[in-house]
Structures are given as C-alpha cells and as structure tokens.
C-alpha cells in the first residue's frame, strides 16, 4: 500500500499520530475532523496515500469508489442519513486543500447553503 512518511493522514493510518476513529477496515479509514465545522465533521478517506483528485489514475478508481461508499455507511452509523449530509472534496490549495491526501469531508448535522462558500 502506498504511504508517504510526511504525510499527516498517512502517519494517522499507521497510527503515529492519534485520531478519533469512527470506522476502518482495510481500505479505508473515518476519523473526527480536529477543527470541525458541523455537530458532526468526519474526514473519510483510502489508507493509499493518494495527494488529490487530480492524481487519481484509473488504478484507484475501485478505491475511490470504496471510499465514498463507505462514507454512506458512516453518515448511517452516525445518524446524519435521513436529514442529509454533505460529501466534500477540496482539490488543490484554491479550493481550500490543506491536507494533500485524498479525503472526504463528511458534514451533518445542520443545515448547509447552496452556493457553498
Ligand atoms: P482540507 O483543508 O480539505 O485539506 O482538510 C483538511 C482537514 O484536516 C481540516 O478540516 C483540518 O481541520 C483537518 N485536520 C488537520 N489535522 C488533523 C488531525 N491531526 N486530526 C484530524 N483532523 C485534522
Ligand atoms: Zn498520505
């Protein structure tokens, strides 16, 4: 499996650094966001250490797809399904990416705008 040694999430993965885990299996990994910005705030995302959408090759295609599919777990088991939820991915610094490996915000909890900000 693909890691980077500097990589913040990837050091969270291999457990170097402490997370609030809610979910993990053997793809993919859920842990509270650290400055969370709805009642619930959980960044979902591949234990591949894969930097953004835009690096995504059609080899982590199933990954991504596992990903997200897990994320809808995770909103059921948390309890956010049936008022909705948002998905979010921040691709490259404009967009707000601070983190460069792929994750999924997954917001609820309260209501969200449209246009988002
Ligand atoms: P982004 O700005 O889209 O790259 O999202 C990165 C997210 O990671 C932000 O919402 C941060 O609050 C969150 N974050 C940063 N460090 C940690 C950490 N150690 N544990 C949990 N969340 C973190
Ligand atoms: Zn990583």
Same mark, same amino acid.
């Given at each position: 499996? *693909? *890691?980077?040694? $500097? &990589?913040?999430? &990837?050091? /969270?993965?291999?457990?170097? /650094? !402490?997370?609030?885990?809610? %979910?993990?299996? @053997?793809?993919?990994?859920? %842990?509270?966001?650290?400055?969370? $910005?709805? !009642?619930?705030?959980? #960044? ?7 930097? *953004?959408? =835009?690096?995504?090759?059609?080899? =982590?295609?199933?990954?991504? +797809? ?7 777990? /995770?909103?059921?088991?948390? +309890?956010?399904?049936? @008022? +909705? ?11 707000? $990416?601070?983190? %460069? ?5 997954? #917001? +609820?909890?309260?209501? %969200?705008?449209? !246009? !988002?900000?």
């Amino acid at each position: 499996m *693909s *890691s980077d040694a $500097q &990589c913040l999430f &990837c050091r /969270i993965v291999n457990g170097e /650094i !402490p997370a609030k885990k809610v %979910f993990e299996d @053997d793809e993919v990994i859920a %842990f509270r966001d650290i400055n969370p $910005q709805a !009642p619930t705030h959980v #960044l979902v995302i591949p234990r591949k250490h894969i930097p *953004s959408i =835009d690096d995504m090759t059609e080899a =982590d295609v199933a990954t991504i +797809g596992t990903t997200v599919l897990r994320a809808s777990h /995770i909103a059921r088991e948390l +309890g956010i399904d049936a @008022d +909705g939820y948002r998905l979010v991915v921040n691709n490259g610094p404009g967009a707000g $990416q601070t983190v %460069f490996h792929i994750h999924f915000h997954l #917001l +609820g909890g309260r209501d %969200f705008s449209w !246009p !988002p900000g």
